[in-house]
Nanobody, 129 residues
């Protein structure tokens, strides 16, 4: 079993920054391939925006490329998402997920981006003036 606990969400003005964190709590090493961030905007489908493997291979959605950075601290079992230059369209619930697929599938597969995945409860990000 894998438990994912997100933190760091909040309200920020356009142009501001936030850093999300996802702590992975597991009783044993789990063979998932990627750990990722998904975003669900109001009224829209959940979408993969960034993913990373344990070896550091990453994929980032075009909509956030250059503004968002995914990283991890393996010693702390924690995933991060640094979000800069935030826009109102970045508003949504952000979920951490452990996925049995490569980072590119998380970001580019609209049908099943996170097969057999484990999900956190999400953290809300609101970008508004």
């Amino acid at each position: 079993q894998v438990q994912l606990v997100e933190s760091g969400g909040g309200s920020v003005q356009p142009g501001g920054s936030l850093r999300l964190a996802c702590e992975q709590r597991r009783q044993r090493t789990y063979p998932y391939y990627s750990i990722a961030w998904f975003r669900q905007a109001p009224g829209k489908e959940r979408q993969g925006i960034a993913a990373i493997t344990s070896s550091g291979q990453t994929a980032v959605a075009d909509s956030v490329k250059g503004r968002f950075t995914i990283s991890q601290d393996n010693a702390k079992n924690t995933l991060y998402l640094q979000m800069n230059s935030l826009k109102p369209e970045d508003t949504g619930m952000y979920y951490c997920a452990a996925c049995f697929g490569p980072p590119a599938r998380v970001v580019y597969d609209d049908y099943d981006p996170c097969p057999s995945g484990y999900w956190g409860q999400g953290t809300q990000v609101t970008v508004s003036s």
